[in-house]
């Protein structure tokens, strides 16, 4: 697996999510103030799904943003592609599919378990 691919896919893939954000607002501001007032929001809004669908879409792009950054900085410092729980490599298709991923797939199912 090449390091400097993996580079090109988050920067790509960050460059979309910071061009699809309105400008100027920045992401993580964003996904902590929806956090506190979602559970208002979609009390307010049933009936309307669609803009409870709208403040998930942005909760997960920032999220992304913010796995990618940490990608990037995994990469600077030699530590990109190693299971931030258990130390263990991750499996390049999983990089693949996922670049920012922070843990191995193993890690993972238990999270969500
Ligand atoms: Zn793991």
């Given at each position: ?35 506190t ?14 803009v ?62």
């Amino acid at each position: 697996m090449d390091e400097s691919t993996f580079k090109e896919s988050l920067l790509r893939k960050r460059g979309e999510l910071l061009a699809a954000g309105s400008g100027g607002v920045k992401p993580l501001t964003a996904t902590m103030d929806t956090n506190t007032r979602q559970g208002d929001l979609a009390d307010q809004a049933s009936g309307n799904n669609e803009v409870h669908i709208q403040l998930k879409l942005k909760q997960t792009d920032a999220k992304i943003l913010q796995a990618i950054e940490e990608a990037l900085y995994r990469m600077e410092q030699g530590t990109y592609g190693i299971c931030r729980d258990c130390g263990e490599p991750i499996a390049p298709a999983r990089l693949n599919a996922i670049p920012w991923t922070r843990v191995c797939i193993t890690c993972k199912e238990k999270q969500s378990s």
